[in-house]
């Protein structure tokens, strides 16, 4: 079984910077893809960034420039450096793993999750 605990959200004013992090533990698999996804009130949770532990990356459009995605291997701990933020990215955000090793965007194809963090930004 793989864990996955988060931290890092808060209230951040537009413009700010905030850093998630995602710790794993358990039984992992170093080829395994992790990505973040995020839950807008109101809205279905989507996708915003992943991560193969092979060092592919992909970014949801909306996010690719801001956003950035990284991973440190020795410490098990992916990470999502968000800047410029947004109200817009108020939501709960997510850490999610899948035990096969492509990066995919539907959410029901991941088989780990997080707790979820909530990031508020205000105006």
């Known amino acids: 079984q793989v864990q996955l605990v988060e931290s890092g959200g808060g209230l951040v004013q537009a413009g700010g910077s905030v850093r998630l992090s995602c710790s794993a533990s358990?039984?992992?698999?170093?080829?395994?893809?992790m990505a973040w996804f995020r839950q807008r009130p109101g809205k279905e949770r989507e996708f915003g960034a992943g991560?193969?532990?092979?060092?592919?990356?992909y970014y949801k459009d909306s996010v690719k420039g801001r956003f950035t995605i990284s991973r440190d291997t020795a410490k098990n701990t992916m990470y999502l450096q968000m800047n410029s933020l947004k109200p817009e990215d108020t939501a709960v955000y997510y850490c999610?793993?899948?035990?096969?090793?492509?990066?995919?965007?539907?959410?029901?194809?991941?088989?780990?999750w997080g707790q979820g963090t909530q990031v508020t930004v205000s105006s």
């Open positions: 358990g039984r992992t698999f170093s080829s395994s893809a």
């Open positions: 991560i193969s532990w092979a060092d592919r990356i």
């Open positions: 999610a793993a899948r035990r096969s090793i492509q990066i995919v965007t539907s959410f029901n194809e991941y088989d780990y």
